[in-house]
Nanobody
């Protein structure tokens, strides 16, 4: 069993930034890929970004150029993935969920709320 937990959500004004973190209870370097989805009630779940074990990243069209997914930070806590979100827009408001695919299965966090509003 692997536990995954998101943090870093909150309320931010349009144009602002947030960094979401996703901590796993197992080394993320054992994951085949990890990523973020977001969901707004009444809408379909939307892929935000993903990153493979080889470091290849993929982004949803609506966030390209504004969001960056990574597994490395200057703080470098172990087993943590990040989503740097810049130039946030009201339409980015959603619950953001982290997932991690390990050889033993796929694991999801409980979600963290992001609200973009003036």
């Amino acid at each position: 069993q692997v536990h995954v937990m998101e943090s870093g959500g909150g309320l931010v004004q349009p144009g602002g930034s947030l960094r979401l973190s996703c901590a796993a209870s197992r080394s993320i370097y054992r994951a085949t890929d990890m990523g973020w989805y977001r969901h707004v009630p009444g809408n379909e779940r939307e892929l935000v970004a993903s990153i493979s074990s080889g470091g290849q990243s993929n982004y949803g069209d609506s966030v390209k150029g504004r969001f960056t997914i990574s597994t490395i930070s200057r703080d470098n806590p172990p087993n943590t993935m990040y989503l740097q979100m810049n130039n946030l827009k009201p339409e980015d408001t959603a619950t953001y969920y982290c997932y991690a695919n390990f050889p033993i299965g796929q694991y999801w966090g409980q979600g963290t709320q992001v609200a973009v509003s003036s």
